[in-house]
């Protein structure tokens, strides 16, 4: 990538994300929440064939999902540039990826980051927390009363 065509990318970026009405660290803190209220109980592995996605949930903290109805909350190591990899990969023994011993590896260059905590996600769950959050109260206007700024 050239060295305009970086500088486009990063004031594209920062566009983007001047346009949000609610701040990126808690926009994230809210993921955050909504995962950990829909994550179960420790487990010490699980079955890993396929990465379908994935989600940054910080530094310490990513979700990935292995089937579109299926989803880890994996807590790691510090982890460098978890937050902003394009990818990620995941180490698995025998098809499964266990705690303390297997890794999220982010990249070049990044030290690998080893997972300590595996819970599962119930991801019906997760998308009615998610729903909640969206949710707005609205009220009907008054008859007569004018838009505000007029």
């Not at 109260?137 to 700024?149: F, I, K, L, N, Y």
Request: with cysteine.
């Amino acid at each position: 990538m050239s060295c305009k065509a970086s500088w486009m990318a990063i004031a594209l970026a920062a566009v983007l994300s001047a346009c949000s009405s609610v701040p990126y660290a808690q926009r994230m803190a809210r993921r955050q929440a909504a995962y950990a209220a829909a994550a179960g109980a420790p487990v010490r592995s699980f079955h890993f064939y396929n990465l379908y996605s994935w989600e940054p949930l910080g530094d310490s903290q990513v979700a990935v999902y292995t089937q579109v109805n299926r989803a880890w909350l994996l807590d790691v190591s510090l982890c460098q540039n978890l937050e902003f990899a394009n990818a990620i990969g995941l180490t698995s023994f025998g098809g499964a990826v266990s705690v303390n011993f297997d890794k999220v590896l982010v990249g070049r260059g990044y030290p690998p980051c080893f997972i300590t905590r595996i819970r599962p996600v119930d991801v019906a769950k997760l998308k009615l927390e998610q729903q909640a959050q969206r949710k707005i109260d609205a009220a009907p206007r008054e008859q007569g009363s004018a838009p505000a700024g007029r």
